[in-house]
């Protein structure tokens, strides 16, 4: 696995607290509930805040909302009560440009599943997300190109996601994430399908991406997590709590009973 190189990933200018109040939250969950049909809960009254520069996990066993503050945390899905704020502006219920223009500007999103556009290459795969910012041709290309490199695969960019492996797309899938440089990068289980040594350094990606000034959310049920973030929460039916280390590694270690109860 190549080291993970020392240039900014999120290059530009940094968000933090020149942006809003000054050492509040970048992105903040204020009283947030959200359910959805059939009795299923997917957030009950969460407070949560991101700081710029941290990376924080959310752990929880599958079904316990993780994705759910995830989706609501990147404008995907309104939440029922509460609300949302970004870098100093309330920002749910905007109407549906409005929330669309800030998950293109400000936002970046992982996926366990990669989520890049088969028949596209690596590049054009990044390039996509600076196209939605109206910017193309040669600069769209070098901004692509330099998020390539950000994550060792200048030399794929011509590739469809096909032709590589599980860790170089999702690989691909975070310099698309970054090439725009977002204030809020969300992560949902983006080491899940990945090998450790892939794991982990996507893993790194994501912490450094952090030290440059994002706000980094990830969702995960990986132990190897718990050695990088900065703050860790744990999620079970829809409420959060801070977890102590030992009760995380206790989780972590015994699986999902091993805070039955809690
Ligand atoms: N679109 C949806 N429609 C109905 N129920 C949903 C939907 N999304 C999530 N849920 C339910 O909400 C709960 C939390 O799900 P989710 O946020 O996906 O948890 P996690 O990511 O921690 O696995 C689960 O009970 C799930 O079945
Ligand atoms: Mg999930």
């Keep these: 696995?190549?080291?993970?190189?020392?240039?900014?990933?999120?290059?530009?200018?940094?968000?933090?607290?020149?942006?809003?109040?000054?050492?509040?939250?970048?992105?903040?969950?204020?009283?947030?509930?959200?359910?959805?049909?059939?009795?299923?809960?997917?957030?009950?009254?969460?407070?949560?805040?991101?700081?710029?520069?941290?990376?924080?996990?959310?752990?929880?066993?599958?079904?316990?909302?993780?994705?759910?503050?995830?989706?609501?945390?990147?404008?995907?899905?309104?939440?029922?009560?509460?609300?949302?704020?970004?870098?100093?502006?309330?920002?749910?219920?905007?109407?549906?440009?409005?929330?669309?223009?800030?998950?293109?500007?400000?936002?970046?999103?992982?996926?366990?599943?990669?989520?890049?556009?088969?028949?596209?290459?690596?590049?054009?795969?990044?390039?996509?997300?600076?196209?939605?910012?109206?910017?193309?041709?040669?600069?769209?290309?070098?901004?692509?190109?330099?998020?390539?490199?950000?994550?060792?695969?200048?030399?794929r960019a011509g590739h469809r996601p096909a032709e590589m492996s599980g860790g170089e797309q999702q690989r691909v899938a975070l310099a698309r994430a970054l090439v725009h440089s977002p204030k809020l990068l969300l992560a949902d289980e983006p080491t899940g399908e990945l090998d450790t040594a892939t794991g982990a350094y996507v893993l790194d990606l994501l912490r450094r991406t952090a030290r440059n000034g994002a706000a980094v959310v990830l969702a995960t049920h990986d132990p190897a997590a718990l050695e990088v973030v900065d703050t860790a929460y744990f999620m079970r039916d829809g409420t959060v709590h801070e977890p102590d280390r030992a009760e995380l590694e206790l989780w972590l270690t015994e699986g999902e009973g091993g805070l039955a109860g809690g």
Excluded: Y
């Design 1 to 155: 696995m190549p080291a993970v190189p020392d240039e900014p990933i999120v290059s530009g200018e940094l968000p933090a607290e020149a942006a809003g109040r000054p050492g509040a939250p970048l992105a903040e969950l204020r009283h947030v509930s959200k359910r959805f049909g059939q009795g299923a809960v997917g957030a009950v009254d969460v407070t949560l805040g991101f700081p710029a520069g941290r990376m924080v996990a959310l752990f929880g066993p599958s079904g316990s909302g993780k994705t759910t503050v995830l989706h609501m945390l990147g404008l995907l899905l309104p939440p029922d009560e509460g609300e949302i704020w970004l870098d100093g502006r309330r920002v749910d219920g905007l109407a549906e440009g409005a929330s669309a223009a800030v998950r293109r500007r400000s936002l970046g999103f992982v996926f366990q599943s990669f989520g890049l556009v088969p028949l596209l290459t690596a590049e054009e795969n990044v390039t996509v997300a600076l196209r939605l910012l109206n910017i193309g041709g040669d600069r769209a290309r070098e901004k692509a190109r330099a998020a390539l490199e950000v994550v060792d695969l200048g030399r």
